[in-house]
């Protein structure tokens, strides 16, 4: 979610450290109007070895399936 223009993690803080070392992230987030920002980089400054990927910004009332389709093709990356 998009909340005065940028994003709001639920794992910000000290503690996320080395825990996605190695891993991709790949951010969404949906909102009003604004678009994803600087989230990306906000989150590969605190997720350190970690790749982040572009990722996207959905709007607010995008379906549940849409967003399946969307992040069940970084799945298949993934694997
Ligand atoms: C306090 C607050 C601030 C928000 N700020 C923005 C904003 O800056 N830009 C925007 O496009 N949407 C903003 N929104 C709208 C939310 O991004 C939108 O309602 C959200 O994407 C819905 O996601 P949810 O269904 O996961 O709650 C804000 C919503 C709230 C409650």
Redo the contacts with the bound molecule.
């Keep these: 979610?998009?909340?005065?223009?940028t994003e709001r993690g639920i794992f910000y803080g000290k503690s996320v450290g080395g825990l996605f070392f190695g891993k991709t992230i790949v951010p969404f987030?949906?909102?009003?109007?604004?678009g994803i920002g600087d989230s990306g980089k906000n989150l590969a400054a605190i997720a350190k070895g970690a790749r982040v990927e572009e990722g996207a910004r959905f709007k607010?009332n995008i379906s549940e399936d849409k967003l399946r389709e969307w992040a069940g093709a970084w799945m298949q990356v993934a694997d």
């Excluded at 979610?1 to 223009?5: A, K, Q, T, V």
């Excluded at 987030?29 to 604004?34: F, I, L, V």
């Design positions: 979610m998009i909340y005065f223009n987030a949906t909102s009003g109007s604004s607010a």
